[in-house]
């Protein structure tokens, strides 16, 4: 089994900064991609970044400039910086992997529970 956990979402003023941290554990052989997304109620969930295991990463449009993803290879975990934060930003941010548990094996998309964010003065 495989398991993705969430956490450092919460309440953050306007203008403020947030990091988020997902640690992926279980039956792991390797991680190719981490990335985020977030999910607004009523509305698709959306890609925010993403990062290789070669530690190439896109982002989104919306938040270049201000959010950095990055990862530690060796703890199976990514993170994300959130800075200069929106309140149009509040959502429930998710992590998600794609796994490779076996050598040879494919990849496997997984997701955590998510962790809500909530940029609110």
């Known amino acids: 089994q495989v398991q993705l956990v969430e956490s450092g979402g919460g309440l953050v003023q306007p203008g403020g900064s947030l990091r988020l941290s997902c640690v992926a554990s279980?039956?792991?052989?390797?991680?190719?991609?981490m990335g985020w997304y977030r999910q607004v109620p009523g509305k698709e969930r959306e890609s925010v970044a993403a990062v290789t295991s070669g530690v190439t990463t896109k982002y989104a449009d919306s938040v270049k400039g201000r959010f950095t993803i990055s990862r530690d290879n060796a703890k199976n975990t990514v993170y994300l910086q959130m800075n200069s934060l929106k309140p149009e930003e509040t959502a429930v941010y998710y992590c998600?992997?794609?796994?490779?548990?076996?050598?040879?094996?494919?990849?496997?998309?997984?997701w955590g529970p998510g962790t809500q964010v909530t940029v609110s003065s």
């Open positions: 279980g039956n792991i052989f390797s991680i190719p991609t």
């Open positions: 998600n992997a794609q796994i490779r548990r076996y050598p040879g094996g494919y990849a496997s998309t997984y």
